[in-house]
């Protein structure tokens, strides 16, 4: 289906260069986009948060590492997560909890060494 848009002149410069770098058109972009937010807001507006809205949160509480749910959601590069992050209202990753106790561990040694 073709659909009309009025966006503004530089809207669509800006969306020809990122769509370049990605290797992809404005219509890939606008496509994704929408696919993207169809499948956030379908899992929100869902009773429990599974699927997509699942994956997004244990990500963004540093529960899942980015490699594993960038597959998991088949996506090709780490914007496009923090696209679906964004859209789904979450805020970006924190250290991941094996990274914290890591580094406490590491804080403690340190300050006992003093």
Request: without cysteine.
């Amino acid at each position: 289906m073709n659909i009309t848009f009025a966006l503004d002149d530089e809207l669509i410069a800006a969306a020809k260069t990122v769509a370049a770098k990605h290797g992809t058109s404005v219509t890939g972009l606008v496509r994704t986009a929408l696919e993207q937010q169809v499948a956030v807001d379908n899992d929100a507006s869902s009773t429990s948060a599974s699927g997509v809205m699942q994956e997004l949160i244990d990500f963004s509480l540093g529960f899942k590492p980015r490699t594993v749910v960038m597959a998991t959601l088949g996506l090709d590069d780490y914007g496009s997560l923090l696209r679906l992050l964004n859209a789904a209202n979450l805020p970006h990753p924190i250290v991941s909890i094996a990274k914290r106790k890591t580094m406490v561990a590491e804080m403690k040694m340190a300050l006992q060494r003093e």
